[in-house]
C-alpha cells in the first residue's frame, strides 16, 4: 500500500474496500448489538478495534481503515447526534452563521480521545504487512448533514446558504477545517499511517462552488498536515467530481484519489493517474451480484490501471446486502492476478 502510494507500478495493486467492517459481516452484527448503540460502538475502543479487525480474519486485505464515522466531528463540536434505526443520523440542524455559537472546539480532544486510542490499539495489534488508515469526512460533506440535519436528496437548505450568505457559510468551514485537521493530526500521532478524506457529496455543486467548498478546504487540510509531517500520504474522494477531478488533484496536493463508480475508466488512465496514484472504482452492486461479472469487471479494471500506481477498492462503500463470500471471490480474483 505503501509503495503504491509513492506511484510505485506493482505486479499486484494492493487493496482494501471502503465499509469492509460493517453490517454485511454477522460478526459486526453480533458487536454492534452488544455495543448498544452505533455511537457507542464508535466511542468504545476495544470494541472499535474488534471490528476493525473482523474483515482482515476472513480475507487479506492489505490496509485496515480505522471503525469511526465521519460525523463524530458534529458530534464532538457539541452537535447533538443520533443514529435511527432505517433513517441513518440525525442531528439538529444549524443553518445560520448565528447558530453557529453553539458550537465549540473546547471539548473536541476529549471527546474523540477514544478514537486516538482505537488508532493506538490497532498501530500494534495490526501486522506489519497491513497498512492503517485514518479518516475523516471533508468539511463539505460534514457541512451537508450538519445543514440539512439528515440525509438528503436536494441539499436545499445548504446551497441556499452557500448562494445567499457564503461569508457566514465560510465560518461553519473553517471551524471543520480546523477542527478536521486537529483530528487527523490525533490520528497520525497515534499511528494512523495514511489517511481518506471523504467528501461523499462532492458531486453536487457547480464548478465554481466545487472549487471553493471541495478543493478549497481540503487543499487546506493537507497543507496544514504536511506543514506538520511532510510527503504524508493522503488519498481524497470527491465522489461524483467528474471533470472537477481533475483541478481538485492539482491543487488539494493529495498523493492519490479514489475514483467513484462512474468515472470513465481510459479517462483516469490518461488525466489521472499520470499525476497521482487512483484508487476505486469497483462498483459496489457488482459485489452483491458476484460471480463472472465481477471477475470480469476486476480483471477490466486491473487490466486498464494496472501500468500505473493503483490501489484496488469499490466506487463507494460495501452495502449490508453484500454477500461475504463474493468479497471472499473478490480477494481470491485479485491475489491470483497476474500481468
Ligand atoms: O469503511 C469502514 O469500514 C470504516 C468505517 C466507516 C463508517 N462510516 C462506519 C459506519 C467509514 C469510513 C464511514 C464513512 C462515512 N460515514 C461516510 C463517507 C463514506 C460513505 O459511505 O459515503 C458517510 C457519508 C457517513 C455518514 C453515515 N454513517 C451515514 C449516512 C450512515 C447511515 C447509513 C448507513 O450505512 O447505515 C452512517 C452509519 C454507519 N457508519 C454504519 C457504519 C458501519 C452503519 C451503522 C450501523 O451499524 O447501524
Redesign the pocket.
Known amino acids: 500500500m505503501i509503495r503504491a502510494l509513492k506511484k510505485e507500478t506493482l505486479d499486484r495493486p494492493p487493496f482494501w474496500?471502503?465499509?469492509?467492517?460493517?453490517?454485511y459481516l454477522p460478526e459486526?452484527r453480533e458487536t454492534?448489538a452488544n455495543a448498544g448503540s452505533?455511537l457507542d460502538?464508535c466511542y468504545n475502543p476495544k470494541l472499535a478495534e474488534e471490528v476493525?479487525l473482523q474483515?482482515l480474519r476472513r480475507y487479506n486485505m492489505d490496509a485496515a481503515?480505522?471503525?469511526?464515522?465521519?460525523?463524530l466531528i458534529p458530534d464532538a463540536l457539541g452537535q447533538p447526534l443520533a443514529?435511527k434505526?432505517g433513517e441513518?443520523?440525525v442531528l439538529d440542524a444549524v443553518r445560520s452563521a448565528k447558530e453557529l455559537s453553539s458550537l465549540s472546539l473546547d471539548k473536541l480532544h476529549s471527546v474523540l480521545n477514544p478514537v486516538y486510542e482505537t488508532v493506538d490499539r490497532l498501530s500494534s495489534s495490526l501486522p506489519e504487512s497491513c497498512t492503517l488508515i485514518g479518516?475523516a469526512?471533508a468539511p463539505w460533506?460534514v457541512a451537508t448533514?450538519m445543514v440539512e440535519g439528515r440525509?438528503s436528496k436536494d441539499y436545499v437548505n445548504i446551497k441556499k446558504w452557500i448562494y445567499s450568505d457564503p461569508d457566514g457559510f465560510q465560518q461553519l468551514i473553517d471551524l471543520l477545517i480546523v477542527s478536521t485537521t486537529e483530528y487527523l493530526l490525533k490520528q497520525i500521532e497515534a499511528g494512523a499511517e495514511v489517511v481518506?478524506i471523504?467528501d461523499?457529496?462532492a458531486g453536487v455543486l457547480p464548478d465554481e462552488e466545487f472549487a471553493k467548498w471541495v478543493t478549497e478546504p481540503t487543499a487546506k487540510i493537507i497543507t496544514a498536515i504536511r506543514a506538520r509531517h511532510p510527503d504524508f500520504p493522503i488519498i481524497g474522494?470527491p465522489?461524483g467530481a467528474g471533470g472537477n477531478l481533475s483541478q481538485f488533484v492539482k491543487q488539494t496536493g493529495v498523493t492519490a484519489v479514489s475514483l467513484d463508480t462512474a468515472a470513465p475508466l481510459e479517462w483516469a488512465k490518461t488525466e489521472i493517474q499520470p499525476h497521482v496514484t487512483v484508487q476505486g472504482n469497483l462498483d459496489p452492486i457488482l459485489l452483491v451480484t458476484g460471480g463472472q461479472k465481477m471477475v470480469d469487471r476486476i480483471h477490466h479494471i486491473l487490466e486498464t490501471l494496472g501500468s500505473g500506481s493503483h490501489i484496488f477498492n469499490l466506487g463507494?462503500?460495501i452495502?449490508?446486502q453484500t454477500p461475504p463470500e463474493n468479497v471472499g471471490l473478490l480477494a481470491d480474483t485479485l491475489h491470483n492476478w497476474k500481468k
Not at 65 to 71: M, T, V
Open positions: 474496500l471502503m465499509r469492509q467492517a460493517g453490517r459486526y454492534r452505533f460502538l476493525t474483515p481503515i480505522l471503525f469511526a464515522d465521519i460525523l443514529y434505526e441513518g443520523p479518516f469526512g460533506t448533514y440525509g481518506q471523504f461523499t457529496w474522494f465522489k463507494h462503500g452495502i449490508p
